[in-house]
């Protein structure tokens, strides 16, 4: 069993920066990715990266444009978003999710096993 903790949102205004973290626990050694998706109102989650932990490989989803990075530290089975010059339309709950099966396909919620409670981001103008 997986459990993934989200930290760090918060109220930002437009052109800030905020960083969002996500540290697993449980049996954490068997998590092969470990991601963000984010969910604004009458929205679908949308992905918007995660590292594989097979290959270390970041993959990003189309929302990022180069202002969002992701980084993490295998052995604190944390993984880190840096938003940057945020804006009002990054206004969303941002979810952690962890899974286990091997993929390469990374932007599909449903691919993901465990996810978090979420954490909620708003970027006023």
């Known amino acids: 069993q997986l459990q993934a903790v989200e930290s760090g949102g918060g109220l930002v205004h437009t052109g800030d920066s905020l960083r969002l973290s996500c540290t697993g626990s449980g049996r954490t050694y068997m998590t092969r990715v470990q991601g963000w998706f984010r969910q604004a109102p009458g929205k679908e989650r949308e992905f918007v990266g995660a590292?594989?932990?097979?290959?270390?490989?970041?993959h990003y989803g189309t929302s990022r444009e180069g202002r969002f990075t992701i980084s993490g530290d295998l052995g604190k089975s944390t993984v880190y978003l840096q938003m940057d010059n945020l804006k009002p339309e990054d206004t969303a709950v941002y979810y952690c999710?962890?899974?286990?099966?091997?993929?390469?396909?990374?932007?599909?919620?449903?691919?993901?096993?465990?996810w978090g409670q979420g954490t909620q981001v708003t970027v006023s103008s």
């Open positions: 590292i594989d932990w097979t290959t270390h490989d970041v």
């Open positions: 999710a962890l899974r286990t099966v091997y993929s390469t396909i990374y932007d599909e919620p449903e691919m993901y096993e465990y």
